[in-house]
């Protein structure tokens, strides 16, 4: 099987992983305590919350939930196409604009409960980070929930009893840890700095983007940047490499 990882480099794309699940968890926790259980990348809670909600006729937590549910969503969408469209810039380009959606968030006036348009940059980014990277399926990496993280985790457990488990096995059990512990970190927070607590992993994130930039200038063809063989991700199994498309476009 074609390896369709992104990037590369195994132990780029881990220490990403593992960093980015964290602040995504420290996110998640921050405006869950901050704006009165609303998860930010948990989308099986608020989808609970919703179906709670439209049982009970609250059209007001019916449009709430909906409507952070839908933001998440266009965040999946927008970051696949960027994915697509900036081929070896990808990390550093996806870090950036995920970086300054969620200090944005820090700055956007409330709005009523219904539409809380303060949440949505920072439920944009945490939907776009799930593009950031892929295995070696070209499936995307979970980096800010983990009920597909521990399914595969348990799986894997299996599969290495009746043969061996999947590559991607390995990194199932550090990315929910690094999720849990930024959720414990995100709690703390959240207690001493309210909702300026979000400049913390909006930091961190941009810290990221920083190195990823630098990283693709200095060696623009390094597998830490770089994968010849990865097409956008979950694309479908004929899609072409993103680098092969990228080329194509610039006429190289």
Known sequence: ???????ADDRTRFRFAVTLSLLAGMADAIGFIEYAQLFMSFMSGNTTRFGEAASDADWIGVVRFGGVILV????AFLGTLIAAWSGRWRLATLLT??????LLGVFVPHGPDAVPWHVY???LALGLQNATLQDEAGRSLALTYVTGSVVRFGAGLANMLLHKPAPSFW???PLWLGLTSGA???GFLQHYFGEKAFLFPAGAVLILAVLA??????????EAVFSPTAPQPDAHPDAKPLAAGLGARQGK
């Open 1 to 7: 099987m074609t390896d369709k990882s992104f990037p």
């Open 72 to 75: 998440f969503c266009f965040g």
């Open 97 to 102: 604009v995920q970086g300054s959606l969620i």
């Open 121 to 123: 940059p920072i439920v």
């Open 171 to 173: 990194i199932q059990g």
């Open 184 to 186: 414990v970190m995100g």
């Open 213 to 222: 930039w630098l990283m693709t200038m200095l060696r623009p063809q390094s």
